[in-house]
């Protein structure tokens, strides 16, 4: 199954850890087994060995002896090389053979990934990403090799904190012509999309570099949809998992600023068209980016109730992975982790603790591994049809502040089904939340999360939302527009991609109690 699962396929890696659970001998077996398939069927194959709290100046005697292995199962049909190199630059496939790599980034043009103790990494059969992390990690663009590239970002916070001019001096020194494409607006437009899919078409770049929040990322994902194929429509490419094959004429850089949407490893993207007011998901594993770099230096310049909102998103993520009817053994560990780690620094991270907003920036793409895999629910269906619902009463509900007060509500409908209920129950565990039945825990779990949306001063409902996205006695979206709105905002809702993996399928009636739920804050007893 692994060798046919891409004809482009250029090498498969090997991760392991200094922690290795598997017996070394059981370990070469697999390997070599694997391997030798792999090999006939034409990937070249890289060791990449990882340890987590010290770098290598050599491979060990366990990487060496693998390789060793590989080579002699094989007949010596590749050759075992070592790179001292601090990152791991393509070389001809002839010149690379097996190879054993020192790291502190995911390297290579990887289709399949065996990750050890201390790695995590995407799984699908199309995960084109490597990751590039840790302080820094943004110089990683001097390793580039291109000619032309578009640098997407937003409003100015890259530029003033010179997060922007490093970035295009590091491209510049790789020998590339830079050109901007600046002023990308929170919740993108159609309309932006197409203009800088113009500016790309005129420009013609071979890297597309998406810069900041998740806006600018995901604004960028679609201009390269359109740049790639200028005759394709915006409702084309809201086609799931209908999009043609990219990277014929760019490849895709993602550099996140904020910690929550993890669009740089997702194959997703969120875009607004203002005339319906409704968000639309694009969703094709085509737009998850060649390179993510998560550097933490980035999400330090977060104002606090970006913090917020980015965190509880990333939250939301994490649960809606663990319980989507798309889970597995690969995403639930990193699900799992991610709403652990998140527990643990989230609110710390809002009230200023630097190491803790360091580390939600991991949280939060572990988060999205999780999630490009295993997908996501109604929370995020029901967050993309408000969203902009009502922005002619002067603004949006936010993204991550709409997932925070609707998670509690739709946790609550969902936990009527069996299945969804045992996996909240395992998140109350995992969490160290208590409870004795499964009811308990699950009523434990909607309650932690409520006193995290207390802390991070997120409302509790839409009517308490106001305008500035604090709590409020009275919010921005008047009683009666809401439920003129509330028939066509669940229909729109029930059709979004993000519904066929929630746990419990609602009808439109089930749907339009479960908004006015999220609207008054009343209990979902149904």
Not at 92 to 99: C, F, T
Not at 508 to 515: G, V
Request: some cysteine; proline content about 4%; glycine content about 8%.
């Amino acid at each position: 199954q692994m060798a046919k699962v891409s004809e482009s396929a250029k090498k498969v890696a090997v991760l392991r850890s200094a922690n290795m659970s598997l017996g070394i001998n059981l370990l070469m077996k697999l390997v070599k087994d694997a391997a030798a398939t792999l090999a006939d069927a034409g990937f070249d194959i890289e060791i990449v060995e990882k340890h987590h709290n010290r770098k290598l100046d050599a491979p060990s005697g366990t990487a060496l002896a693998l390789a060793d292995s590989i080579n002699e199962a094989m007949e010596d049909r590749y050759h075992y090389t070592y790179d001292r190199s601090t990152r791991h630059e393509k070389r001809d496939p002839k010149e690379i053979g097996i190879s054993a790599v020192r790291g502190g980034s995911i390297v290579g043009e990887h289709d399949v990934i065996f990750a050890g103790q201390d790695e995590v990494v995407t799984i699908s059969h199309t995960a084109y990403s490597r990751a590039i992390f840790g302080k820094g990690a943004l110089e990683a663009l001097k390793t580039f090799k291109g000619k032309k590239a578009m640098i997407c970002v937003g409003g100015g916070s890259m530029k003033r904190f010179g997060f922007l001019d490093r970035a295009e001096q590091y491209l510049k020194e790789a020998g590339m012509e830079v050109q901007l494409f600046e002023g990308i607006e929170p919740d993108p437009s159609v309309e932006t999309v197409m203009k800088g899919a113009k500016a790309m078409m005129e420009f013609e770049p071979d890297w597309i570099i998406a810069m900041g929040g998740g806006s600018p990322i995901d604004a960028a994902k679609a201009m390269w949809i359109k740049y790639e194929y200028p005759d394709i429509t915006f409702e084309d490419m809201c086609k799931v998992f209908g999009i043609p094959a990219l990277r014929n004429k760019a490849h895709f850089c993602a550099i996140s600023s904020t910690s929550g949407t993890a669009t740089e490893v997702t194959a997703f993207s969120i875009i607004t068209d203002y005339e319906k007011g409704i968000k639309y998901p694009i969703a094709d594993f085509e737009i998850t980016p060649d390179v993510a770099i998560v550097d933490p230096d980035l999400a330090e310049t977060m104002p606090q109730k970006l913090v917020a909102h980015t965190g509880m998103d990333a939250m939301t993520h994490a649960i809606e992975a663990y319980v989507s009817t798309a889970n597995c053994d690969f995403t639930d560990p990193l699900a799992l982790h991610a709403i652990k780690m998140i527990q643990n620094d989230l609110v710390d991270s809002y009230n200023g603790d630097m190491a803790k907003r360091d580390s939600m920036h991991n949280a939060q793409c572990l988060a999205g591994m999780a999630f490009s895999n295993a997908l996501l629910g109604i929370v995020h269906s029901m967050a993309h049809k408000t969203g902009a619902a009502f922005a002619d009463y002067g603004a949006h509900i936010i993204h991550g502040a709409a997932n925070a007060m609707y998670l509690p509500k739709v946790i609550a409908f969902n936990a009527k089904d069996e299945t969804a209920k045992k996996r909240y129950g395992d998140i109350a565990d995992f969490m160290g939340l208590g409870g004795d039945s499964l009811d308990e825990k699950v009523a434990l779990l909607i309650a932690y999360l409520r006193r995290m949306n207390d802390d991070l001063k997120i409302p509790h409902c839409i009517k308490n939302y106001g305008a500035d996205s604090y709590p409020t006695e009275q919010g921005f979206v008047p009683e009666e527009v809401f439920l003129e709105r509330l028939p066509e905002i669940a229909a729109n809702a029930i059709l979004d991609a993000c519904t066929g993996s929630n746990p419990r399928q609602p009808s439109q009636k089930e749907m339009e109690k479960l908004l006015k739920c999220c609207y008054y804050d009343t209990e979902v007893d149904f």
